[in-house]
C-alpha cells in the first residue's frame, strides 16, 4: 500500500514536472540542504543558549522566542522542498534505510516536541528565574541536537545506496 502510494506521487503531474525539468531535482535539493543549514543553526542556536553555552548575555526567553517564528518558517520551506524531492524519486526513496531512518527520527522529533513544549519552549521566561538551565531543559537541548544531527547524517546517507533492481522505476 505504502509502495503504491509512493509510486502514485512521483507520478504525479507537480512531481513529475519536478523530475522532468533539467534543473528541478537539483534546485529543490540545494533549497532544501539551504533551508536545513538555515534551520538548523538556529536549532542549534537555542538549543546552545538552552545549555548555557552561548548567547549568555541574553535571557533564554529572548533567544526562544525571537527565534521561533524564523524556526517554523525555516521548517516549512526545507519541509516543502524536501517533500518535492521526495516525490521525484518516492519509489526509491521508499526503499532507501537511511530515509526510513530519518522518517522514524522526525517522529522522535514530534514526540520530544510533545514532551519538553509544556515544560521548556512554551515558557521559556521561568528558565531565566533560575541560577542556569534546569536540568529537563539541559535534556531537551541535548536531545534536539542528537536527534538533528542524527536525522542531518541520515539525509546525507540517502543519497548512498542504489535503488534496488526491483523497483519499479517511474510506472504507475
Not at 43 to 65: C, E, H, K, P, Q
Not at 91 to 99: G, K, L
Amino acid at each position: 500500500m505504502l509502495l503504491s502510494l509512493a509510486i502514485w506521487l512521483q507520478n504525479t503531474a507537480l512531481c513529475t514536472a519536478v523530475r522532468e525539468a533539467i534543473y528541478g531535482y537539483p534546485t529543490f535539493l540545494a533549497l532544501h540542504l539551504t533551508f536545513i543549514a538555515l534551520f538548523g543553526a538556529m536549532i542549534f542556536v537555542t538549543d546552545l543558549r538552552l545549555l548555557g553555552f552561548a548567547l549568555r548575555d541574553y535571557s533564554i526567553a529572548d533567544v526562544v522566542n525571537q527565534l521561533r517564528i524564523p524556526k517554523r518558517i525555516g521548517f516549512l520551506l526545507a519541509a516543502t522542498c524536501g517533500f518535492l524531492v521526495f516525490g521525484t524519486k518516492s519509489e526509491e526513496y521508499y526503499y532507501n534505510a537511511f530515509f526510513r531512518t530519518k522518517l522514524v527520527l522526525f517522529l522522535c522529533v514530534a514526540i520530544h516536541a510533545l514532551l519538553f513544549r509544556r515544560i521548556i519552549y512554551n515558557h521559556p521566561e521561568k528558565l531565566d528565574q533560575q541560577s542556569g538551565p534546569p536540568v529537563a531543559a539541559r535534556v531537551a537541548a541535548l536531545t534536539s541536537v542528537a536527534l538533528w544531527i542524527c536525522i542531518a547524517i541520515a539525509g546525507r546517507a540517502i543519497g548512498y545506496i542504489p535503488a534496488p533492481l526491483f523497483s519499479h522505476h517511474f510506472t504507475p
